[in-house]
């Protein structure tokens, strides 16, 4: 199991690196400081997230673990082009914006995601539960914030 961890961490570092150099690459003026509030913040967070989660949950046996693992590279791919364009663009304030933005993905976002690569739940119920309130907790979170 530790081995699969591993793999999927490299995938998934794979995935930030070619981000990474896509978006060092790519000429983009971003207005860091933009006002939202929080219900339209939850909202977006949520629903941006969830797709692939509910995606990662039903395609979770036989040959639709290639799958997750390339939406698990394609969430590599935008966090790193992410990380690219703001380091670009902003320099230090950049690396800022992105470690209080982002953090909260590589904390809880990522291990949901290998979560649901990696373990057995026992129903898609059980999963998709689990994967919604986890979800709804991080969106209320990142809302507040």
């Known amino acids: 199991m530790k081995k699969h961890i591993l793999y999927l961490i490299i995938i998934l570092a794979v995935g930030f690196f070619i981000g990474l150099l896509t978006g060092i690459k790519i000429e983009l003026d971003i207005e860091l400081l933009k006002n939202k509030n929080g219900i339209e913040t939850f909202i977006n967070t949520f629903m941006t997230n969830y797709w692939y989660l509910f995606l990662m949950a039903i395609l979770n046996s036989g040959s639709s673990v290639f799958i997750n693992l390339f939406i698990l590279f394609g969430k590599g791919i935008t966090l790193g082009t992410s990380f690219g364009i703001l380091l ?11 470690l209080v ?35 709804g907790i991080y969106s209320l979170v990142i809302a507040i914030i």
């Open 88 to 98: 670009k663009n902003k320099a230090l304030f950049g690396l800022g914006v992105y």
């Open 101 to 135: 933005n982002f953090l909260g993905q590589f904390i809880i976002l990522v291990p949901l995601m290998i979560l649901l690569i990696v373990y057995e739940f026992n129903t898609l119920e059980q999963k998709l539960t689990i994967m919604t309130i986890i979800l």
